[in-house]
């Protein structure tokens, strides 16, 4: 991974050589922290793995038992104070 990173469009001309030694991002693939920065294919992956993560932690929940689920409970609780 670059720390130099060059977002632009694609058909953004790049003169400075500098500038042409920096890694190309391209809008819709630009993150920052791991978050989108734009509309495009990078949103559209990012909120494709978040359903999926989400539909994954439904189905762990569906298959634990009613105690577990009550410790579960004070967990989530504590977390939110």
Do not use: Y
């Not at 977002?7 to 050589?17: E, G, R, S």
Request: hydrophobic share 40%; charged share 25%.
């Amino acid at each position: 991974m670059s720390k130099c990173e060059l977002i632009a469009h694609k058909h953004f001309q790049v003169d400075n050589a500098l500038l042409q030694s920096f890694h190309r991002v391209e809008l819709e693939d630009a993150t920052l922290l791991c978050a989108p920065l734009f509309p495009g294919a990078g949103l559209d992956t990012a909120w494709d793995d978040r359903c999926k993560d989400l539909a994954r932690a439904v189905d762990r929940l569906k298959t634990i038992s009613s105690q577990d689920s009550g410790s579960l409970e004070v967990v989530v609780q504590r977390a939110k104070i």
